[in-house]
């Protein structure tokens, strides 16, 4: 059964949809920058002992970050079944409240100076909370926006989605950057770093205020008020895994170019905090420049020519993007202009790319197969980007790992994008 026609923007339901569904997004992916940004300082607090030096604290930080991506899909699934059972409001509620305590409790921990050996386990667990809840998020919050969107601007509602990822990295990137400013190198590792997770209190508190006024979503309504029909089990699967072939470049580049670069720029290009952290922001606003507007053109020509042109470029642009950063005669203007460039393509990925996932599955297994679809392809792909490219740069010594990186994996996503329907914004979504 097709949907009914969604809501306009001037509905008021419409408007507490997107922002109810993009602020616990944005506050999630505050905190997984902040928690980026600070890579080399939380090594330095939870994972150095006189046996460790600072390249393996950053791997056994790394590593923490990979094991959060890796409870996503567990809290997908979970908080996915939830989700296309009982709803996306109450679900959505619930992962806030998980996220908002899980983060605040970072910037309370012990540090390794102070417990010695268990304060990489706790990290580690906190951690773990996160992940759990970070992959009921996405899942719930696309849903909303787009199933509150009408036909004609779900790439344009979904792309809020990317757009608070992007507005909660330039938050962290930002608030890091002014600590790093007006406090001293000892200030910033001893008790400056833990202000942007204990932000994450108030934060929360507004988001939840925001998503305990959200309405339930018309297609959800109506499918509950129909007989029972499970979603195919099999169509879901190859659904998921066709998600994550179109999702890994986004989710490599995204990553690489928009988290870890702060900690490569320092550990491998002789960067400063302060540098890297200029360069990170620049990124990040041209990802953010780039989202919208790739959003609104995915509804006028389709998913598929923005996100095979956003991943196309990666790989084409990645090696001279990278040189460019390598180059010591390269002037600030040149190197600010490559990252920029680089978070630019990524956002052409990132803009359609929440409406294509949702376009993929049906209402019933929604919630479900989009979480699990995005959360297994950031799993592999984002959470682990740091840790794979520190370490094989650590092994080989080749300072193009990066680029290396994010080229493969966008060039399988191209192949995998090239799937898609010409007129899937055109259909209305499954029931």
Excluded at 69 to 95: E, H, K
Excluded at 388 to 407: C, Q
Aim: aromatic share 10%; glycine share 10%; with cysteine.
């Amino acid at each position: 059964m097709s949907s009914a026609p969604g809501q306009t923007v001037a509905d008021p339901r419409t408007r507490r949809s997107l922002v109810a569904g993009t602020v616990g997004n944005f506050v999630e992916w505050y905190e997984f920058g902040a928690y980026g940004f600070f890579a080399t300082v939380i090594a330095a607090n939870f994972f150095s002992s006189t046996s460790t030096s600072d390249a393996e604290s950053l791997i056994k930080t790394y590593a923490s970050f990979a094991l959060a991506f890796f409870f996503r899909p567990i809290g997908a699934a979970v908080f996915g079944r939830v989700g296309d059972r009982i709803g996306r409001r109450p679900t959505l509620i619930l992962v806030l409240l998980l996220m908002t305590l899980s983060t605040t409790l970072i910037g309370l921990l012990p540090t390794y100076a102070t417990v010695g050996a268990a304060a990489p386990w706790l990290l580690t667990l906190v951690r773990a909370l996160q992940g759990l809840s970070a992959g009921g998020e996405f899942g719930g919050a696309v849903s909303i926006m787009t199933e509150f969107a009408p036909k004609t601007k779900r790439g344009l509602y979904g792309a809020w989605q990317s757009f608070t990822v992007a507005l909660g990295l330039l938050a962290g990137a930002g608030l890091a950057a002014i600590l790093a400013t007006v406090l001293s190198k000892e200030a910033l590792t001893d008790w400056g770093w833990r202000v942007p997770f204990l932000l994450a209190l108030p934060l929360g508190l507004v988001a939840l205020w925001l998503r305990l006024r959200l309405d339930e979503t018309p297609n959800f309504a109506r499918v509950q008020q129909e007989e029972p029909r499970p979603a195919g089990a099999g169509e879901v699967a190859k659904a998921i895994a066709l998600g994550i072939g179109r999702l890994m470049g986004w989710s490599a580049a995204g990553y690489t170019f928009l988290v870890v670069m702060p900690s490569y720029l320092q550990a491998t290009l002789n960067a400063t905090f302060q540098q890297a952290l200029v360069a990170t922001v620049l990124a990040n606003a041209g990802f953010a420049a780039a989202i919208l507007p790739a959003g609104r053109l995915s509804d006028r020509i389709g998913r598929r020519p923005v996100m095979v042109t956003g991943a196309a470029l990666v790989v084409v642009l990645a090696f001279p993007l990278m040189n460019l950063l390598q180059d010591k005669e390269s002037g600030t203007a040149v190197k600010g202009a490559a990252v920029f460039v680089a978070g630019l393509v990524v956002g052409l990925m990132a803009g359609p790319g929440p409406a294509m996932l949702a376009e993929m599955f049906p209402t019933r297994a929604r919630y479900t197969g989009l979480g699990l679809a995005y959360s297994l392809s950031n799993a592999v792909f984002s959470g682990c980007a740091g840790l794979i490219i520190t370490e094989l740069i650590k092994r080989t010594k080749n300072i193009d790992i990066p680029a290396y990186y994010v080229a493969v994996t966008c060039a399988v996503s191209v192949v995998a994008l090239l799937t898609l329907r010409g007129d899937d914004h055109r259909r209305e979504l499954r029931d």
